[in-house]
């Protein structure tokens, strides 16, 4: 009777111990698949990671390979010619007069010259409202080392004397042709045909 009795107890014990032996085993299966899911993630975090920096390298070698494709085109040595322009008309000192004759061939200033001996003439400078609108309407290369750039431009010319006074302002809205020729590594506008110019007086003036 006394071993009838303890064999159930024992029976109990064997089937607690195997409960929580499969206790413990679902537990450490749950945390080896969650730790194996936690690495995947983390692969995947990593692979995505790696690919966004990828793009945006070459993201960033596109933008920089573009922007000095423009830095050394036609347009842009336009663009850079007409600065100086602006700066010469605002300010015009020995350095950016020669500056001017670099960036422009003889044929070119010839069709600039006007306007800054007008104002030097006159004892007068750009200033105030002063500046310029460019849109490049198309671009042509007739051979390697020539181009044609067509512009439309707005220009305004607040006249000012010596004092900063406004004299005169004038708004100028043009079409132009540039015909460029290369000067070694850079382009330089060797003319300049006007298509079509009109002027009117700023608003206000």
């Known amino acids: 009777m006394a071993a009838a009795g303890i064999l159930p107890i024992w029976i109990e014990l064997l089937a607690l111990g195997l409960l929580v032996a499969l206790v413990l085993w679902a537990s450490q299966r749950e ?3 969650h730790a194996g899911e936690t690495r995947a993630n983390q692969a995947e975090a990593r ?4 690919e966004a920096v990828v793009t945006v390298q070459a993201g960033s070698q596109a ?18 010619g007409l600065r100086l322009v602006l700066a010469v008309e605002r300010e015009p000192t020995e350095q950016r007069i020669r500056a001017l004759g670099d960036a422009f061939a003889p044929a070119a200033l010839v069709v600039l010259r006007p306007e800054v001996e007008h104002l030097l003439s006159g004892g007068l400078h750009l200033g ?3 500046g310029y609108e460019i849109t490049v309407a198309a671009t042509a290369r007739p ?12 220009w305004t010319y607040d006249e ?3 004092a900063d006074e406004r004299m005169r302002c004038i708004v100028e809205s043009s079409d132009q042709m540039y015909t460029l020729e290369r000067a070694g590594p850079e ?19």
């Open 63 to 80: 933008a920089i390979s573009t922007a000095l494709a423009y830095v050394n085109s036609p347009e842009a040595a336009v663009d850079r």
């Open 128 to 130: 105030g409202d002063s």
């Open 31 to 33: 945390a080896a698949l």
């Open 143 to 154: 051979t390697p080392d020539q181009a044609q750039v067509r512009t439309r431009e707005r």
């Open 187 to 205: 382009w330089r506008v060797a003319d300049i045909d006007f298509i079509a110019s009109s002027r009117a007086v700023c608003a206000g003036s």
């Open 160 to 162: 000012r004397n010596a």
């Open 47 to 50: 692979a995505a990671t790696a």
